[in-house]
């Protein structure tokens, strides 16, 4: 995991936690643009969400081939809000990382019957607080691996900017 660089904040004495915590910016702007995505540390390409008025924060790209979670849909599976990866359709639970998909209990049933089911934790998450309007993220320094993390490299970064959508022509 990269290095934490503390961080100064002219927020109040009840702030003093934010020292590895990293600003993404106003609350209000995320709120109006629904999701950020920010180089966080120079080294954790980071989405911030704000959904139902909640925030999340998670890796920016899919666990599972390096998809791009922010142009995902969120929806919601079995009570758990997800992100939708655009690549693959992998579900990722919005607060925990974990992925779900749909399972089967006898195939030979009729009808079938299916339900959802956790891969476990594949999506690194990390913590989101606000402060007087400002929101700030927490990495995860977990030292344990989790999928997501392979597409935390420079080569990654570098092939993501180069697949970003093209923007559409203003008529």
Not at 32 to 58: E, F, I, P, W
């Amino acid at each position: 995991m990269c290095e934490e660089i503390s961080q100064t904040s002219s927020a109040s004495s009840s702030s003093s936690n934010l020292s590895t915590s990293h600003f993404i910016g106003k609350k209000e702007d995320i709120v109006k643009a629904g999701r950020v995505t920010k180089l966080v540390n120079g080294c954790r390409d980071v989405l911030v969400v704000h959904h139902q008025g909640q925030l999340y924060a998670m890796d920016v790209r899919c666990y599972h081939s390096g998809g791009a979670l922010q142009y995902g849909d969120i929806e919601e599976f079995n009570g758990r809000l997800c992100i939708v990866c655009p690549w693959h359709k992998y579900k990722i639970t919005l607060a925990e990382g974990e992925s779900l998909y749909q399972a089967v209990d006898d195939p030979t049933a009729k009808p079938l019957r299916t339900y959802w089911r956790s891969k476990g934790v594949k999506q690194r998450v990390h913590k989101v607080t606000e402060v007087n309007g400002d929101v700030y993220v927490m990495l995860n320094d977990s030292g344990e691996a989790i999928e997501s993390d392979v597409y935390q490299t420079e080569k990654y970064r570098r092939a993501s900017l180069k697949a970003k959508p093209k923007a559409k022509p203003k008529t």
